[in-house]
């Protein structure tokens, strides 16, 4: 019987079909783009290949083609009759993802890798700031995603793939030197893997290595295709080196040509966290974005994520209404998710409602507000998800409403911590200021 890259047997009799299929699996655990050429290409040799299918519908989602995606897993689904029960386990724990239901979703992904560990396809799942341990809602999401990691790493001896997961979470549990380690490992097996040159962006921005980072991405990205899953977001990260090295014009040309609505050919979550997300900083940092950039994100957000239930993509619409200056349709989404924490599906929990009125109050010039309602909140926004990065806005929006209102002492004092984490000229700037 033929076998995938894992050595995990392959219910196709076409070796066409098999060697398609593994060509698509890498694809995706490269962040490359051809996932979706090369799984549909399998089905084309294979019509009854159910895993080619159920990869397919990966390749969809994570490109935001939702539909394209459903209808790929029903293809999948329907076509699991006579395979191995792993087989059957492995569509279905990436079918239970995309009926929307995470949390059991996490439950299939960890019932599957404790029984086939090599399973790669399935554990990628969980892995990253866009995995299901990290959109877990959990405060401890990195320990576990480490833990669960730690645990496996025996049976991904010499693995091009597993080194970057495994240092990615090392990098999220600031263990810089074990993240590079494995970071530099997975580059040296895979050095065209987006992957690895996201977290190697990553373990850059933790360590401030601002010129290292600015100069690795601005080698890496220009063969990398526009279109691919994480172009969007490593320009996002090119565009913060480039607001650490002070060079803002830079930075707003990174902005205008790979990030912004209209620009971005990444994924809809990439486009609205990365674009929201880079404007908002800018506001901090004392460049005040124009009002046109705004109105692209506010619309762009309205139009992709218009109704909530997905936290991670729902406060960075509250970034986008915020600040554009739309407190109507802002008002609108923390009443739901208000709605969400009572009836108990805000994964990220009760916090998420006073982190998204603190940012209209500090948006509206309110900065006493926005003390009032992010200082207590402050410590639950890791539940959040995504990585420490993305985060790191909500942090510097509390620091930024301590200085403006004359909150000195506080204000320090966080930049201490934040300074002990990693270094920043920026926090050292802010430090000076606060006294």
């Known amino acids: 019987m033929p076998e995938d890259r894992y050595g995990l047997p392959l219910s196709s009799t076409s070796d066409r079909a098999v060697a398609a299929y593994r060509e698509g699996v890498d694809h995706l655990l490269r962040a490359t783009p051809g996932a979706d050429r090369a799984f549909g290409a399998a089905l084309a040799a294979d019509a009854g290949f159910a895993l080619a299918a159920t990869g397919l519908a990966r390749a969809h989602q994570i490109l935001g083609r939702i539909p394209d995606a459903k209808a790929a897993i029903a293809q999948a689904r329907a076509l699991v009759g006579g395979v191995s029960r792993r087989e059957r386990q492995h569509v279905e724990a990436i079918g239970i993802l995309l009926d929307g239901n995470a949390p059991g979703a996490l439950a299939a992904v960890r019932a599957q890798v404790a029984e086939f560990p090599r399973d790669a396809l399935v554990l990628s799942l969980a892995v990253g700031a866009f995995g299901l341990i990290a959109f877990s809602g959990r405060l401890d999401h990195d320990a576990l995603l480490l833990e669960l990691l730690d645990d496996l790493a025996p049976h991904y001896a010499g693995d091009w793939w597993f080194p970057f997961a495994h240092g990615w979470a090392y ?23 987006a992957n690895v040159a996201h977290g190697l962006a990553h373990i850059a921005y933790e360590t401030g290595d601002i010129e290292g980072g600015a100069r690795y991405l601005e080698g890496w990205l220009p063969a990398y295709e526009r279109a691919s899953a994480l172009h969007c977001h490593l320009s996002w990260h090119l565009a913060l080196f480039e607001l650490g090295r002070g060079r803002v014009d830079a930075a707003l040309r990174v902005y205008e040509d790979s990030i912004a609505p209209g620009a971005s050919q990444g994924p809809p979550l990439n486009t609205l966290s990365d674009s929201a997300a880079f404007l908002w900083r800018l506001g901090l940092y004392g460049e005040v974005g124009a009002t046109e950039r705004w109105n692209a994100i506010r619309d762009f957000a309205a139009q992709a994520f218009p109704r909530p239930g997905f936290t991670f993509a729902d406060i960075h619409c509250a970034l986008a209404y915020a600040g554009h ?20 599906r805000l994964p990220a ?10 940012l209209g109050a500090f948006a509206a010039g309110d ?9 207590p909140v402050a410590g639950e926004v890791i539940r959040l998800g995504g990585s420490h990065a993305q985060r790191d806005v909500f942090e510097e929006t509390l620091i930024q409403a301590y200085l403006r209102t004359d909150r000195r002492e ?5 930049l201490r911590r934040r300074l002990d984490r990693r270094p920043s000229a920026r926090d050292r700037e802010w430090l000076a200021r606060a006294g």
């Open 349 to 358: 929990g009760p916090g998420t409602v006073a982190l998204a009125e603190g």
């Open 171 to 193: 990098n999220e549990a600031r263990r810089h030197p074990e993240a590079r380690r494995l970071m530099e490992q997975a580059r040296e097996r895979q050095p065209r893997s």
């Open 367 to 375: 900065y006493e507000g926005a003390v009032r309602l992010i200082e």
């Open 325 to 344: 200056g739309d407190q109507a349709t802002l008002a609108q989404l923390v009443e739901a998710f208000r709605d969400a924490a009572r009836a108990g």
């Open 410 to 414: 506080k204000a320090a004092a966080l």
